[in-house]
C-alpha cells in the first residue's frame, strides 16, 4: 500500500513514524518547509517527497481545519482516483461538510478521522513513534461512506498500532469531542485568570496544576476548532455554568445537606465514569 | 521533644511517620479507635498510646475542622502550660479564631498549619512516610502568636523532611486556598456532571481526566471546608463564571480576533505560572 501525508507537523509526522515503524508500506510526505522534508527523511519517517498528491492509496492530511478544507478543494482532480483521503482534526462535522462532496464528485471518497493525542508542542520535530501506542483512532463515516472503506480504515489504525479503532458519526464525534477535550481548554483557560493567582505565595496544590495545564494551548488552533463546533460547546459552556451555580448557591446560603449532596452526587459520577473507561 | 498527636488518620498518621523517620523525638498518639492505636505502634509510628494531651511540647490535633474546634474547647486545660498546640486543616481563620483564643487562656500557644498534601484516600491505613517530602508546611501566625513559636514550628518542618515552611496569615491562606484547591474540587464535580459524560464512546482525552479528578472527593471533608470558607471560595466561583461567560459569548458571536486574544491571555498567564512555581 501506498501512502501520502500532506503536512508533516506534529500530527502527520508522528503518523508517519507510526506507519514506518509498524508496517512495510511506502510513505511519500508533503510539506511547503523544505527543511521538514530533510528531517523527515532523515529520520526515515517518509520514503521520498511528493510535491503535489496523485499516487497514495490512502492520503493522510495532516492540516488544521481550515487549511485542510483549503487543500482538499484546491487539489481535488489530483487525488488518485478510488483511493481514500483523511484529515486529522479535531471536528469533524465542519470538515466532512465540506470536503466528501468535492472529493467524491472526482471519485475520492473523504473520511473524517480523528487520532486521539497531542502533545503541548507542535512540529515536526516533536512528533514521535509511540505517540499513538494508547490512543484510540475515531473514524466518523456518513452514511455515504462504503462500508468496506471503514473496514480498511480500521484495519488500518491497528496495524499502526492505535490502542482502537472507534466508529462513530462526525455529528456525535463534536458533541463528545466539545466536552471530553474542548470544555476541558474553555475551563482551564478560565481558571488561570483569577487575579488570585497573582498572590501565590509558592504554595500550590497538585488539583490547582490540574486544572491549568491545557491552559497552555495554541490559541491559533483551538480558535478555529471552537468556532467550528459552536453549538456543542456553548451547550457545555452553559452546563458546567449552571452546575458552578447550583455549588454557589448552597455555599452562599450555608446549605450543607444541599452542598453534601451535589458534591456526593459528583464523587459518585466520577466513580461510575472511571468503572466505565477500565 | 515530645509530641503528642490526636487523631491518626492520613494526615495526622503520616505526620508520626515522618517525625519517627526523620528525628528522635518522642510521639504519643490519641485515637478513639483502638485498632488504629494497635497499627500505628506496630508500624513504630507513635511510640505509646496516650488517653489525653498534657505531654507535648507540641501537639498535633489530626482530625477535621469541626471536630477540631470541639476538642480544643473541651480539653483546653489539659494541654500542657507554655506548649504549642497546631492543627492541620484546610481552612485556616476559622480555626483560628475558635480555638486560639481559648487556648491563650490557658497559656497554650495555637497556630493554625496546613500541611499540604492529601491522597484519594482516608485512615491511618492510607498514611506514608514520605507524604510531605515534596510539601509545603504552611504556618499561619497570627499578631498574638510569638516570633519564637514560628521560629520553632519553621524548624519542625524542615526537620521531619517538608520540602519548604511559608509563612502567611490565616485570611490569606484561606484566599489563596480557595483558588488554588477548593475552587477545583467545585469546577471539577461540576465537569462531571454533563449529561454528555453519560455518551463517551469509549474515547476520552487525557484532559478530560485532569479536569475531573478530583472530583473523587470525601463530601464529608469538603462540606465542611467549603462552608468555613464560604466568601472567598464564591468570590473565586464567581470569577471562574464570568470568565466562562466571556469565552461563551465569543464563541457563540463567532468573534474570532475576540477568542483568539482570550485563549491568548490563557496561555501567558499559565506560562507566566509556571515560571514562578519554578
Known amino acids: ?3 501520502t501525508t500532506v503536512g508533516l507537523g506534529l500530527i502527520g509526522g508522528s503518523l508517519c513514524k507510526h506507519i514506518k515503524k509498524h508496517t512495510d508500506y511506502t510513505v511519500g510526505g508533503i510539506d511547503i518547509n523544505p527543511e521538514t522534508i530533510k528531517m523527515a527523511l532523515s529520520q526515515n519517517a ?4 511528493e510535491k503535489e498528491p496523485g499516487s497514495g492509496d490512502i492520503t493522510i492530511i495532516g492540516l488544521f481545519p481550515d487549511k485542510c478544507i483549503e487543500y482538499c478543494t484546491e487539489n481535488a482532480a489530483k487525488f488518485k482516483k ?4 483523511i484529515d486529522v482534526c479535531g471536528v469533524k462535522k465542519a470538515v466532512v461538510d465540506a470536503v466528501e462532496p468535492v472529493l467524491a464528485a472526482h471519485d475520492v ?6 487520532p486521539m493525542a497531542g502533545r503541548e508542542f507542535s512540529g515536526f520535530e516533536y512528533s514521535l513513534d509511540n505517540m499513538f501506542d494508547n ?6 463515516p456518513t452514511k455515504n461512506t462504503p462500508r468496506e472503506v471503514v473496514n480498511l480504515l480500521e484495519d488500518f489504525a491497528y496495524a499502526i498500532n492505535f490502542k482502537k479503532a472507534v466508529i462513530t458519526t462526525p455529528e456525535e464525534h463534536d458533541r463528545i469531542i466539545a466536552y471530553t477535550s474542548q470544555l476541558a481548554h474553555i475551563v482551564s483557560s478560565s481558571y488561570i485568570k483569577s487575579p488570585t493567582e497573582e498572590l501565590q505565595l509558592g504554595f500550590s496544590a497538585g488539583s490547582f496544576q490540574d486544572l491549568t495545564r491545557v491552559a497552555k494551548l495554541n490559541e491559533d ?3 478555529t476548532l471552537f468556532l467550528m463546533n459552536k453549538d456543542s460547546l456553548c451547550f457545555e459552556i452553559d452546563q458546567i455554568i449552571e452546575r458552578l451555580g447550583e455549588y454557589r448557591r448552597a455555599i452562599d446560603s450555608g446549605d450543607a445537606p444541599y452542598l453534601h449532596d451535589l458534591l456526593k452526587a459528583g464523587r459518585i459520577r466520577k466513580e461510575d465514569s472511571l468503572k466505565k473507561n477500565l
Not at 517518509?46 to 517527497?49: A, C, P, R, S
Not at 471518497?109 to 480523528?114: A, I, L
Not at 490512543?135 to 466518523?140: Q, R
Open 1 to 3: 500500500m501506498k501512502i
Open 46 to 49: 517518509i520514503d521520498y517527497e
Open 82 to 85: 478510488d483511493s481514500i483521503v
Open 109 to 114: 471518497t473523504f473520511v473524517g478521522v480523528h
Open 135 to 140: 490512543a484510540s483512532f475515531i473514524i466518523t
Open 221 to 223: 488552533m483551538w480558535t
